[in-house]
DNA sequence: GTGAAAGCGCTAACAA
DNA sequence: TTGTTAGCGCTTTCAC
């Protein structure tokens, strides 16, 4: 690994000045043509790479956005296998839709994935790198403020960095933090109609499919889970129906815990007609415990889910599901972060993209 | 947006100098307890946040790699919307079964996704961020080189950087490229045994399925996929049969082009018994298009392909393949990226995976 | 049109 | 244990 030629190599090499090497890299006007000519080719020949890190001091930016995501795959099948392990020799002739549902859907992108990949486009149109960071073994807290500086503008999920972090970061850059915005953070937001959505979804179970028994299952604790979950109430209220005061589920609970409320609610005879669940993987592992449990999907007890990840459309029978626009969020992130960076003055801004409904086999609708 | 505290600003603020402060994030036991907890405090109170960039300029280092990816998607539906851009209002009730098969499939992860997924959990288990890059409408060689200038060592797929290009980086940094090595680049490389990979399929569709009359469809330019082609060639020869001296389709030929073949050979009355696909991706268009023509697969024709995405176990009839371990291959990257940092001396590093055959409906295998 | 020189914020000798 | 200081490679203002 020789050492890395820089601009001073190349100016001797050339007879030029730094600041030529400079100027005809980033001001090629401001250079006689012939003298860039030169300069550039034998930048090219000696392999001369501008530094990042020296750019990035001189001007002040970085030219790079920050994304801190979820290893929700951390645990996935593959993870703990070393690098350079050795499978099975032997073909695999397993058959790998009867591999475990929750192995075969995590083969499928979930919704930071769907984010993240906007995200990455919008970037590199635009011209940006992205530089992704997930909270591995590691210290959230040391890892975001690593991210955060190294780059220009970062976005983050909800409930993956502690607040005042966040808020110490977006003294120095623009933050968009992808939900709901909060009473008063100076965050910018992108988020969707969380209440909306599920009240349309409501809506529909009530009065297409007459049901009158509802009940709501997942996580409530953050801004855009009480939103889905007002929107929920909102369509009982309305129907004049019994309203839930809570979800089923307690604070906090996994997909996991969703699944484990399903023994106990058929042991007790107590299984509503419909299960409306926060989120697309709650809902995912409501159906995989209630056919488990020979409860059938949509017959006996009618499923719905929120998000519209694809997973959701692969699993029989196909999830009916409220879809968040996941790439255009992404996209709309960084639209974000450049606007600010542009006008530094602005104040934070929220974008509400909308949400749609998506009718499939688990409320009933559709073929079987 | 207030302008950054520095080290300077802490350092007068806490009463100390700036090495104290440098010393008490980067080397605590050099600093008297109290002094460090005092410094600290101190920068969490003004909001510090290390630069990266100082950082990098001045150890050398900048604690990242790079992943220089595809961009495959970037014609696909939602990419041309704008962020904003408002969806019809309507909720959506069309049955996205019937969306049209590539639509449908993209919402799955190709090759590169499930490669660059291996790459972040590694990176970030083992503490460096990683910097992706695509190319976008942008010059390929200048965002490569872009990135490179930004990170301590990076990955690249096949084909999308030039040749002297990457020598001229990995003159600076260690480069892995997802390939087979080719003569004697100075590249490290992860791969996996392209050529026995499908002469173990190709074997199993001489001996289970009896086929005889096997032909090859994809582009075979690069060396993986002459490897491939080698495989599959090798096969036919063991078993006495007649050797195809190339591919059905043109050199560089994409999946769209792979389709079109279909019907070409359908209305040849040319269509031979079995089509074995280069990759996954011309196999699900080559399905589509026999299907389409009303060829059925595979009791017509028998359809194969390598790689092992997501998609082919969702499509009907599912496809039969060979499975690359992608997540496994992108940890190798970064194992190599960092092993080749550690030691600077050493020389190129190659790591071939090993494959394994999935065999599903589309050769015939399974439940139809 | 080109060059000299002053930083950008941090790390790590070396001094104290 | 702490402070001083010389870079790291580049951008950019100001002279020439």
Redesign the pocket.
């Known amino acids: 690994m020789a ?9 001797q090499r050339a ?13 090629p ?8 000519e030169a300069v550039l080719a034998v930048a090219r020949e000696m392999g ?14 970085t030219g790079a956005l920050g994304l801190f995501s979820f290893d929700y795959l951390l645990d996935a099948p593959d993870h703990h296998a070393e690098p350079g392990a050795v499978p099975p020799a032997r073909p695999d002739t397993r058959d790998d839709l009867d591999a475990g549902l929750n192995d075969q859907l995590r083969a499928f992108p979930l919704y930071v994935d769907e984010v993240q990949r906007g995200v990455e486009l919008e970037c590199w149109r635009r011209g940006y790198a992205l530089l992704v960071g997930g909270r591995g073994h590691e210290n959230a807290e040391t890892v975001v403020a690593d991210i955060a ?1 190294r780059v220009d503008g970062i976005a983050v999920f909800p409930h993956t960095a502690p607040a005042d972090v966040l808020r110490r970061i977006a003294l120095r850059i623009p933050v968009v933090e992808l939900s709901q915005a909060s009473r008063d953070d100076d965050l910018n937001h992108v988020t969707v109609d969380n209440a909306r959505g599920m009240r349309l979804l409501t809506e529909h179970l009530i009065r297409e499919h007459r049901l009158t028994n509802l009940a709501f299952v997942g996580d409530t604790t953050g801004f855009d889970q009480q939103g889905r979950f007002r929107g929920f109430r909102s369509a009982l209220r309305a129907a004049g129906l019994q309203v839930p005061r809570a979800s089923l589920t307690p604070p906090g609970a996994t997909g996991k815990q969703a699944a484990e409320l399903v023994p106990r609610l058929v042991r007790d005879g107590a299984l509503p007609r419909a299960l409306v669940c926060v989120t697309d993987q709650d809902a995912l592992a409501v159906i995989d415990a209630l056919l488990a449990n020979g409860v059938s999907v949509p017959g006996d007890v009618v499923v719905t889910g929120f998000d519209g990840i694809a997973a959701g459309m692969v699993i029989r029978p196909a999830l009916t599901t409220v879809r968040q626009p996941m790439q255009a969020m992404g996209r709309a992130v960084v639209d974000i972060l450049l606007d600010r960076l542009a006008d530094p003055h602005r104040g934070p801004i929220s974008r509400q993209l909308p949400v749609s409904l998506v009718l499939r086999e688990s409320c009933g609708c559709g073929a079987r």
Chains 1, 2 share one sequence.
Not at 3 to 11: H, I, M, Q
Not at 29 to 36: D, G
Not at 48 to 61: E, F, H, K, Q
């Open positions: 050492k890395a030629p820089t601009v001073y190599d190349v100016a007879g030029v000045s730094i600041a030529t090497v400079s100027f005809a890299f980033r001001r006007e401001k250079v006689k043509a012939s003298t860039r001369y790479v501008p530094s990042a890190s020296a750019r990035g001091l001189a001007d002040g930016r500086g």
